[in-house]
């Protein structure tokens, strides 16, 4: 499945960002009712992430997810109405989660 997205930051009047982005989920690729799903962004954030649910048995209510995000973006920062300068911010992450539905 594919499923395409689309952000438009108009928060700062002079300063219009614009970021596109897609999901891609597979369906039972480790198993029945596993789902891995990864999300890309392009525009003002750059960024990647990625996650695998599965469920420990196909009946079970339980399951594990595992997931990565690598992201960076930028802003701008301002002292009343100057701005200062311009600055990223880059983040990667990976984790797990369990837990029941």
């Known amino acids: 499945m594919f499923q395409p997205a689309f952000e438009v930051d108009g928060s700062q009047g002079g300063d219009v960002q614009f970021t596109m ?6 369906m039972d690729v480790a ?3 596993s789902e891995w ?4 962004l392009l525009g003002n954030t750059y960024g990647i992430q990625t996650e ?3 469920p420990f048995r196909a ?3 339980w399951f594990f997810a595992p997931h990565a995000d690598a992201s960076d973006t ?3 920062i ?4 100057d701005p200062l300068g311009i600055t990223a911010s880059t983040a990667p992450i990976s984790a797990a ?3 029941t539905t």
């Open 21 to 26: 982005g897609t999901r891609f989920t597979f």
């Open 31 to 33: 198993g029945f009712r």
């Open 37 to 40: 799903r990864t999300d890309l």
């Open 52 to 54: 695998l649910y599965r």
């Open 59 to 61: 009946e079970s209510r």
């Open 74 to 76: 930028t802003f701008q």
């Open 78 to 81: 301002y002292k009343k109405n």
């Open 97 to 99: 989660t369990w837990g």
